[in-house]
């Protein structure tokens, strides 16, 4: 009876040894990228954005004619109002990780350099004295330093990447997300989460994939 309970013993704990080792395994190895897309879910921000995962369309012999793919797309919003010194070096960040190096557009660049800059100079003693006393506008004061900036304005080529990026986050209400740049690939959307920028987020899309497209063409196209 004692060697019946020692086998048994014995068999119990090599079973609890097997599974512990194929859970391992299972995670290391075989489901990797299932468990990363969990922790990456539940230790990151990512946001599920307002197309929903829609069910595969299957043939009677259960190949998937219709599919869903995941879409990473990268949004920012200004949450507690950051200033424009904390908005430069969020935009410097998030061109490191998406290289988006996309130069801005001579009216950002422009509206930038006005933005960040003392105008007085470019200003008559007359026209400083009207603008005190509301005779031009603040719209006639811009359009006046604008028109005299050019030979000032010197950015190299990485500022004029980061112009382009500050701009794309401050498009519209300041309450609202911003797309900064669709189609990530999920590591840049992991390194976006890293950087730890509140009001930075990685949202995750689907869109549907037709694998047969001759049905398209018989059932009309597939919608998101």
Request: hydrophobic share 35%; charged share 30%; aromatic share 12%.
């Amino acid at each position: 009876m004692v060697i019946i309970m020692s086998k048994i013993k014995y068999i119990i704990i090599l079973l609890l040894n097997l599974i512990i080792i194929y859970k391992i395994i299972d995670k290391k190895y075989i489901n990797y990228k299932y468990y990363e897309d969990k922790l990456l879910i539940k230790s990151n921000n990512i946001l599920y954005g307002n197309t929903p995962k829609r069910g595969r369309i299957l043939d009677r012999n259960n190949k998937v004619i219709v599919d869903n793919k995941e879409i990473y797309n990268v949004y920012f919003r200004n949450i507690n109002n950051k200033n424009i010194n904390d908005l430069v070096d969020i935009s410097y960040k998030i061109n490191e990780v998406l290289k988006i190096n996309e130069e801005a557009s001579n009216d950002e660049i422009k509206d930038f350099f006005i933005k960040t800059n003392s105008i007085n100079k470019y200003l008559s003693d007359f026209e400083l004295k009207d603008y005190s006393y509301r005779k031009i506008s603040d719209e006639d004061i811009y359009n006046k330093v604008y028109e005299r900036i050019d030979d000032d304005i010197n950015y190299s080529l990485e500022e004029r990447f980061m112009i382009h990026i500050y701009y794309l986050i401050n498009k519209g209400y300041k309450s609202n997300n911003k797309l900064v740049k669709s189609n990530v690939t999920y590591e840049e959307c992991l390194s976006i989460e890293n950087l730890n920028i509140n009001g930075l987020t990685c949202d995750i899309s689907w869109d549907r994939i037709n694998n047969y497209p001759m049905i398209s063409s018989i059932v009309g196209n597939v919608s998101m």
